[in-house]
């Protein structure tokens, strides 16, 4: 079933329609929330007031307009609004990067599994430390693949601004991977 016919249906009152929608985007939305607020119990309790704000605000979805983007946007206010009301009190901590979920991978080796995910550990490790403004590019043209156009509608910053910004933080990102691994990604 596509976007439009899930929506529509949802906003008919179809229980199955939503808990298909839920499905669909909980891990994408789980992840938002946790490069946001860097910790996992916090992204948790999050998720589900994000889909509660999805739930009310279904009817301000544009007909045609893509989902995904729509639901990221709720997503990353949903989040600065509680990273504003957590100002005062800092956080429990940051979000294990140790724990990334991993995916069974069919034929790879032991050892091939073993180097890629030292690989992606250090990466997250590398992302955690960039500027939170950088972090949010990252986490929103690579890890949730949107387009710039959509991530320059979602931020409200002009396209420029948004590929400026976008090279900016992936070269913070390639300086923080060297700077926790020095001699990553030289053939040796």
Request: net charge negative.
């Amino acid at each position: 079933m596509d976007h439009l016919e899930l929506i529509a249906r949802c906003r008919r009152g179809d229980d199955l329609a939503w808990e298909a929608l839920v499905k669909a985007y909980q891990g994408r939305i789980f992840a938002v929330a946790v490069h946001y607020l860097r910790d996992r119990g916090e992204a948790e309790d999050m998720a589900q007031e994000i889909f509660v704000r999805v739930f009310h605000h279904l009817d301000t979805l544009a007909d045609g307009r893509p989902i995904l983007p729509w639901l990221l946007q709720i997503a990353r206010n949903a989040c600065v609004d509680r990273l504003r009301r957590l100002k005062a009190r800092p956080l429990r901590g940051a979000a294990p990067t140790d724990e990334t979920p991993e995916i069974p991978a069919l034929g790879p080796s032991p050892e091939e599994d073993a180097i890629a995910g030292a690989r992606e550990r250090l990466l997250y490790r590398a992302i955690g430390t960039l500027a939170e403004h950088h972090r949010e590019m990252i986490v929103l043209k690579e890890i949730q693949s949107l387009e710039l156009e959509e991530i320059s509608q979602l931020l409200g910053l002009p396209i420029g601004t948004t590929k400026s910004r976008a090279h900016r933080a992936r070269l913070e990102l390639a300086r923080a991977v060297c700077a926790l691994e020095p001699g990553f990604g030289v053939a040796g």
